[in-house]
């Protein structure tokens, strides 16, 4: 189901224009993110978070030297506390 998903999303172009992101992250100023990528995600380069986060302001980017796209270890860490601290707690 999952590669079936990812294959859909993919086909439609993440149902943006080419480059729309990028060009609207001014307006994510405010609302608070952080991008967590691993170094040797080869699927997705770091430079593309590095575009976004220059481009989003108050963004943080959290770059895990020892990861690649699949996560784990300390990229499953920087998840977790990128949501500690961006997310409101629960009640």
Same mark, same amino acid.
């Given at each position: 189901m999952f590669a079936r998903l990812v294959t859909?999303?993919? *086909?439609? &172009? &993440?149902?943006l224009p @080419? !480059? $729309? =992101? /990028? #060009?609207? &992250?001014? *307006? =994510? &100023? !405010?609302i608070p993110g952080? /991008?967590?990528? !691993? #170094?040797?995600d080869v699927s997705g380069p770091p430079?593309?978070?590095w575009d976004l986060h220059r481009r989003w302001p108050g963004s943080e980017l959290r770059l895990? @030297? @020892? $990861? !690649?796209?699949?996560?784990?270890g300390a990229f499953t860490d920087a998840v977790v506390d990128a949501l500690d601290r961006v997310l409101p707690p629960r009640r």
């Open positions: 859909h999303y993919w *086909r439609h &172009a &993440a149902f @080419d !480059g $729309a =992101l /990028l #060009r609207g &992250a001014a *307006r =994510l &100023a !405010g952080v /991008l967590v990528h !691993g #170094r040797y430079d593309i978070a895990i @030297d @020892d $990861a !690649g796209h699949g996560g784990g």
